[in-house]
């Protein structure tokens, strides 16, 4: 979208009905799911407008809860056969929208359940569901109340000078969270190298983790 999408505020739904985005079978492309097949559950908006961001989630449509437990249920499937348990709940910022209920449901149903948030906003999860937060600059102090719930913290880097060239500490020093690198992709061969470099030497010098998007190393979304 590269900042160019509106700013949505929260929607307080009861969750029965969600905006989403696509849902799609693929393999968790980054952090620490990487290379797990997954279901995707994008949803659609958000409340930020990232320049660098490349994704569309400004053509969602409503959908009620039961037609989008069936049709994870189809995707999780080769044939007969589960085989993908993790679904991952992404955007967009999918605590826009109340996603409790799918959470809850998704569990009780033996799923693995895995969201991708900014960090700006909250509400009360299953205890179960796997928080990786991304945050984005203008930087500050994360949620404390997410902070508390966050299984890993997965920081945008590029080796440009500026907000996203270093890791900022946004409360990660009193909690055991991993933290994670990934260079940004500004769409350009050479700088996404220069890039990746960058994010390299920031996990070896200060012992995070380094995290690729492989499912663009693999062509596949």
């Known amino acids: 979208m ?8 929260p929607e307080n739904g009861d ?4 905006q ?5 079978a693929t393999l968790q492309g980054e952090g620490p799911f990487v290379g797990q097949p997954s279901v995707f559950v994008r949803l659609g908006g958000c409340n930020l407008a990232c320049d660098f961001c490349d994704t569309e989630f400004e053509s969602f449509h409503p959908i009620a809860l039961p037609q989008l437990l069936a049709e994870i249920d189809r995707l999780s499937r080769e044939g007969s056969e589960r085989v993908r348990d993790l679904i991952v709940i ?7 929208q109340n996603i409790a209920p799918l959470c809850a449901a998704l569990l009780d149903l033996g799923f693995r359940v895995q969201i991708e948030t900014n960090g700006t906003l909250w509400r009360p999860l299953p205890d179960a569901v796997n928080i990786v937060c991304s945050p984005k600059a203008p930087y500050g102090p994360l949620r404390p109340d997410l902070l508390a719930r966050a299984d890993a913290l997965k920081f945008i880097v590029t080796a440009e000078a500026g907000p996203y060239h270093t890791v900022p500490d946004v409360g990660q020093a009193g909690h055991a969270v991993p933290v994670y690198v ?3 992709d500004v769409g350009e061969v050479e700088a996404n190298r220069t890039n990746m470099q960058h ?3 920031l996990a ?18």
């Open 2 to 9: 590269h900042g160019q999408n509106p700013k949505r505020p």
């Open 15 to 18: 969750g029965e009905t969600l």
């Open 20 to 24: 989403l985005q696509e849902i799609f």
């Open 90 to 96: 992404t955007g967009g910022e999918p605590l826009r």
């Open 182 to 184: 990934q260079p940004m």
């Open 199 to 201: 994010a390299l030497k």
């Open 204 to 221: 070896q010098r200060h012992g995070y983790r380094l995290s690729l998007q492989t499912h663009k190393l693999l062509g596949i979304a």
